[in-house]
């Protein structure tokens, strides 16, 4: 029987192989015929108006080898990282290999990310970096369960990160509030106004919900652009507290932590509270979501994105489900404006603009829709890549559509194309994201 | 009607625009029976459901739900969710809609909603993991567990819905339905797209919910073994209008109902008949 049953992999591999140089021989063609011209000669006009032209075969040839040698890469890193299914050419050791690394990757991801102020305690930037792309990963694991959970397109986020970074600015400027009293309170008018705008936009799907929301964040930063007695309108708002470890300051003071505990007094003190602050807050907003997921509000989320009318007939209260799932996403995006405040000390209506949405929205998106480990990779790689290419400056933003362009192409339900099930009888199955719906409203 | 009826649907109207879909259409649905409601296509079947289902709200008339315990529910004056969370209305859909990202066990998790949002304390409970809610979430399971062993799905409950195979997805919407606990079950061609032993198994299947959950079911078919073999009630429909009402045998036999379906008139149809037989 052995004999007759031919080994699956190495049969489809050849022909797969074949495969791979016959599209690549063809895309090495066209560029052939398309670059002999635009680039293989060259014309221009010469000083007595007359055509002159020369020939650089040179640079054909290397163009054409580079399209001949990147195709065949993209197909082969397509087959790797390809849908469930289709036949892999890499072998089955290093297949194990990766799903071991992959399972290794949230755990190792944490340690490290726990002792990046021990590792980095002297190198100021990667720590504020850290605290920047801990923000993001808390926004984009906020987002998440609006646009990744519940499937409802949401385009205004930064909304409600304004909303929690003015109400702590606010309350503490002006009625002297700890950080610890304006963080929840900064989440509840955050869910408010996320309720708020929730209640509109409920009966909308897909585009118009994104469009309404999309109003909804230029609203919010017009509003506190122009009610300057009580935002500070363009100048906004200064002299913002900053936190406190349960009451005790961190300044040189007597009063101070270096103080209390007798060490000497450092400015990374406050650098490396600010990030254990933001990794606990990014930590909530994870464990709060993984527990909201395996509860029936979390489960009715998810059956909202594969399938509104099937939820009714369930008898699904579409309405306070949406709603939930706004709030929810606007908590968590209220917590997060409230810690951007207190590390600035100043938050103005710049901070707040489409452009923070857009990010956080890519940032879900390229993570792979419902996955919380998608959101954090995409986070560390968005917005510690933006770092990496500051030496590319004007270069940046075209990298990074490069970037973008290609990792959709190659993974178009984002980095974990895979859904986890929130509860199984026997055995844990990744559910192929081609499955699960992506919501349309 | 004296007979203790479960449904009851008087002078039904729904109109889209100036088509009539369905026109004055009175019946009733007994308790502990399987009523089918048949009918050429295009006959305003899948109309009444939705409009039972609240899907649509009707133009005119009134449907009745009587509870076991005397209540009534008037189904036109309430909207979608509440007509399964309150009138314990169940449906499946002609055109399958299972929640196909999902595995087979999250399908029937998502029925027992309301019932479960209540133990998890809205949530809150839920999310410090309270014990009652752990217990809650327990029964919810085994009374899963059960349904996927009643429709032999039990070893693919970690599986996606949306992988099963036609017939196995279109047990599964039942199953789910039924996971509600309804006391009426609405079943839109269950039958439709199932080869000849997958139809005997689904006559089964809702001859044993009849039978040990004492629920009612409507349903739209076009098998006629199904209808045949299993329902103990039979409402024609052509054009929006009942055109015949009884047992299966008698309508069956009813020449109003040949002509509809062969699209003749009455005399035709009588025609054809005698000189059948």
């Known amino acids: 029987m052995t004999t007759l049953a031919p080994e699956p992999t190495g049969v489809s591999r050849a022909p797969m192989i074949a495969f791979i140089f016959k599209k690549a021989l063809i895309s090495a063609l066209v560029a052939l015929v398309l670059f002999s011209l635009m680039i293989g000669i060259r014309t221009e006009a010469g000083p007595t108006g007359q055509l002159i032209y020369w020939t650089r075969f040179g640079d054909l040839a290397a163009m054409v080898a580079i399209v001949f040698g990147g195709s065949i890469v993209m197909e082969l890193l397509r087959h790797w990282w390809g849908p469930v299914g289709t036949v892999r050419i890499m072998p089955p050791s290093a297949q194990n290999a990766l799903a071991l690394l992959r399972r290794a990757v949230a755990p190792i991801l944490l340690i490290f990310t726990v002792l990046v102020p021990v590792i980095f305690y002297d190198q100021r930037y990667i720590l504020d970096l850290g605290i920047l792309v801990l923000t993001y990963v808390m926004l984009g694991w906020g987002l998440n369960v609006v646009v990744g959970l519940a499937g409802l397109l949401d385009l205004g986020y930064v909304a409600f990160y304004a909303v929690g970074a003015y109400s702590y600015a606010l309350l503490a400027t002006n009625f002297g509030l700890s950080f610890w009293i304006c963080l929840p309170l900064a989440g509840i008018l955050a869910a408010l106004w996320g309720v708020m705008l929730g209640f509109p936009v409920l009966r909308l799907r897909g585009d118009y919900l994104a469009i309404v929301t999309l109003a909804f964040g230029e609203i919010i930063r017009l509003v506190i652009i122009n009610w300057e007695s009580l935002t500070g309108g363009p100048n906004g708002v200064s ?70 009318v099937a939820c009714r007939a369930l008898g699904i209260n579409t309405t306070t489900t949406k709603l939930t799932a706004f709030a929810t996403g606007a908590m968590f995006g209220g917590f997060a404006g409230a810690f951007f405040a207190t590390r600035q000390g100043f938050i103005s209506p710049e901070s707040f603009t489409f452009q923070e949405s857009a990010l956080v929205l890519a940032i879900v998106v390229l993570g792979g829709m419902g996955s919380q480990l998608g959101v954090a990779l995409a986070a560390l790689g968005m917005i510690g890549g933006f770092e990496l290419f500051r030496g590319l400056e004007q270069y940046r933003m075209l990298v990074f559509g490069i970037a973008m362009v290609l990792l959709m192409i190659w993974r178009p339900r984002g980095l974990i194309g895979h859904r986890a099930p929130t509860l199984f009888l026997k055995q844990a199955q990744a559910i192929s994201s081609d499955l699960a719906g992506e919501g349309r409203g | 009607m004296s007979a203790d009826c479960i449904l009851m649907v008087d002078h039904l109207s729904m109109r889209f625009g100036g088509i009539v879909a369905v026109n004055d259409l009175s019946f009733d649905a007994e308790r502990r029976k399987i009523t089918a409601l048949i009918g050429p296509n295009g006959a305003g079947k899948t109309t009444v459901f939705n409009c039972i289902t609240g899907f649509y709200k009707p133009t005119a008339g009134t449907m009745r739900i009587a509870h076991e315990t005397g209540a009534e529910i008037r189904l036109e004056r309430l909207n979608d969710f509440r007509i399964s969370k309150q009138a314990r209305v169940a449906r499946t859909f002609q055109n399958i809609r299972l929640f196909p990202g999902m595995t087979v066990l999250e399908n029937l998790m998502v029925a027992q909603h309301n019932a479960l949002m209540l133990a998890s304390g809205l949530t809150f409970l839920g999310l410090i993991g309270a014990p009652s809610w752990r217990s809650a979430e327990k029964r919810a399971i085994d009374q899963a567990k059960l349904w996927l062993e009643r429709i032999a799905l039990l070893d693919r409950a970690d599986d996606a819905a949306g992988n099963l195979p036609y017939g196995d997805q279109r047990r599964l919407e039942i199953a789910r339905a039924m996971c509600t606990e309804p006391v009426l079950l609405c079943l839109d061609e269950p039958a439709a797209g199932l080869n000849r032993r997958e139809s005997a198994a689904l006559s089964e299947l809702l001859l044993s919910i009849r039978a040990d959950h004492g629920s009612s079911i409507l349903l739209i078919e076009h098998d006629m073994s199904v209808v045949m073999e299993i329902s103990d009630r039979v409402v024609v429909m052509d054009y929006g209008q009942k055109i015949a009402e009884g047992a299966p045998r008698d309508v069956r036999d009813d020449p109003k109902v040949i002509a509809a379906y062969l699209g003749a008139d009455e005399q035709e149809a009588i025609a054809v008949m005698e000189s059948g037989t």
Do not use: C, K, M, Q
Not at chain 1, 269 to 289: E, G, K, P, Q, S
Not at chain 1, 297 to 307: T, V
């Open chain 1, 239 to 308: 002299g913002i507290p900053r936190p406190t470890l349960f009451g005790i300051p961190l300044t040189p003071g007597d009063d101070g932590l270096a103080a209390r505990l007798g060490i000497e007094f450092s400015p990374t003190h406050r650098i490396v509270f600010l990030f254990y602050l933001i990794l606990a807050l990014a930590l909530l907003t994870n464990w709060v979501t993984i527990r909201l997921r395996r509860l029936p509000i979390g489960r009715a989320w998810e059956a909202l994105r594969e399938d509104e």
